[in-house]
Every structure is written in structure tokens, then in C-alpha cells.
């Protein structure tokens, strides 16, 4: 069976060429991006949150999914790479780009909580976990990626990696499903 996604989002060839140009790398990989559209699709009127906005490729993917009623906060730390995803993506009323500091802001953040949650950035994944977690609606999903070794892991990730995905599936409030598909998933549910 071929798992390549077959319905791209319309604005994703342009990212790709604006992240190209700037030497960026660190995409959202298109299987993950697929499940982001039907994650996103499952959550009629739903609220997203994205932990690492990158160039936008993830945040296309999430809204290419997302009904009009659906709403999704987007926080990257890197304006640069930022700024190619507002020129992008930011006329779209469903999306809100914050820059700053992702575990800045998970500390700060006080509002309802969120149907899906995408951590593809180290805040929400491997610092600021717990917060995260508990920004997760009931009946809601976190999702990680890049959980397989990748080019741009630093020295001595893996212990990290095996660390985060214990503590996860030992969590009581979340049911957890690993995906070695992709870049390396995990997908929990929080339970009701």
C-alpha cells in the first residue's frame, strides 16, 4: 500500500520554495502531515495548538483539515522562519502566529484547552511536558513526532527520546500509541 498523501495543501509548494531559500530543513514530513489533516478534520469547531511553527508547512496541513470554525495558535521562537509562514499563511482568520519562547508561553497561556495538540518543537515534548498535557482537552490528542534518529539530533538525544516516551505511555490520564512510520510518532488520547 503507498502511504503518500495524495491531497496536498495548496500553499505547501510555496513554503517548500521560501524554506529552501532559507536553508530550512526541519519540515513537517508529509505522512505527519497528512495525519495532521485528518486529526484536525475529526474536531468539527475544534481549538489546535502547534509548538513550532517552523516555515508553516505543519500549520498548511493542520489548516487543510481544519472547518471554518476551527481555530489553531501557532508559537515559533525563530521570527525569520516565522515571518515566511505569516506572509504565507497569515490572511487565513483561522490561524494566530505568536512568536516568542514555546515554553514561555505554555507557562503563561491561560485559556480553555485545545482538541489537538502538536508538540514538533522541544517545548511541549521534551521540556514543559506536563504543561502541555494538561492543555489537552478531554478526548483530545498530543501528538510528537521526529521520534526516529534524525540528521539534526544532538549528541546523546536518544536516552532523551527513550526517557519521554516511557513517561508517556506510564501516564494513567493519557492512552498512547507509538508509530515508527514517518519520522517516529506518538499519539495519545487524553481519557475523559
Same mark, same amino acid.
Given at each position: 500500500?503507498?502511504?503518500?498523501?495524495?491531497?496536498?495543501?495548496?500553499?505547501?509548494?510555496?513554503?517548500?520554495?521560501?524554506?529552501?531559500?532559507?536553508?530550512?530543513?526541519?519540515?513537517?514530513?508529509? @505522512?505527519?502531515?497528512?495525519? %495532521?489533516?485528518?486529526?484536525?478534520?475529526?474536531?468539527?469547531?475544534?481549538?489546535?495548538?502547534?509548538?513550532?511553527?517552523?516555515?508553516?508547512?505543519?500549520?498548511?496541513?493542520?489548516?487543510?483539515?481544519?472547518?471554518?470554525?476551527? @481555530?489553531?495558535?501557532?508559537?515559533?521562537?525563530?521570527?525569520?522562519?516565522? *515571518?515566511?509562514?505569516?506572509?504565507?499563511?497569515?490572511?487565513?482568520?483561522?490561524?494566530? &502566529?505568536?512568536?516568542? *519562547?514555546?515554553?514561555?508561553?505554555?507557562?503563561? &497561556?491561560?485559556?480553555?484547552? &485545545?482538541?489537538?495538540?502538536?508538540? *514538533?518543537?522541544?517545548?511541549?515534548? &521534551?521540556?514543559? %511536558?506536563?504543561?502541555?498535557?494538561?492543555?489537552?482537552?478531554?478526548?483530545?490528542?498530543? %501528538?510528537?513526532?521526529?521520534?526516529?534518529?534524525?540528521?539534526?539530533?544532538?549528541?546523546?538525544?536518544?536516552?532523551?527520546?527513550?526517557?519521554?516516551?516511557?513517561?508517556? *505511555?506510564?501516564?494513567?490520564?493519557? @492512552?498512547?500509541?507509538?508509530?515508527?512510520?514517518?519520522?517516529?510518532? %506518538?499519539?495519545?488520547?487524553?481519557?475523559?
Amino acid at each position: 500500500m503507498d502511504d503518500t498523501p495524495h491531497q496536498l495543501p495548496s500553499t505547501l509548494p510555496a513554503l517548500r520554495a521560501k524554506a529552501a531559500d532559507a536553508g530550512f530543513a526541519m519540515s513537517c514530513e508529509d @505522512r505527519t502531515g497528512n495525519l %495532521l489533516t485528518v486529526l484536525a478534520a475529526a474536531r468539527p469547531a475544534g481549538r489546535v495548538l502547534e509548538l513550532g511553527t517552523g516555515v508553516g508547512e505543519g500549520t498548511a496541513w493542520l489548516l487543510s483539515g481544519m472547518d471554518p470554525a476551527s @481555530r489553531v495558535i501557532s508559537v515559533e521562537l525563530d521570527p525569520t522562519v516565522q *515571518d515566511i509562514a505569516r506572509e504565507q499563511l497569515g490572511a487565513d482568520p483561522r490561524v494566530t &502566529f505568536v512568536c516568542g *519562547d514555546g515554553g514561555t508561553w505554555l507557562e503563561e &497561556f491561560d485559556g480553555p484547552p &485545545f482538541d489537538l495538540v502538536f508538540a *514538533d518543537t522541544w517545548p511541549g515534548k &521534551f521540556t514543559h %511536558l506536563d504543561r502541555a498535557l494538561e492543555l489537552v482537552a478531554p478526548g483530545g490528542t498530543y %501528538l510528537i513526532d521526529d521520534l526516529l534518529p534524525q540528521p539534526g539530533w544532538p549528541e546523546g538525544h536518544q536516552p532523551s527520546v527513550e526517557r519521554l516516551l516511557a513517561e508517556l *505511555d506510564a501516564r494513567e490520564d493519557f @492512552r498512547c500509541v507509538r508509530l515508527a512510520w514517518a519520522s517516529g510518532l %506518538l499519539m495519545a488520547v487524553r481519557t475523559a
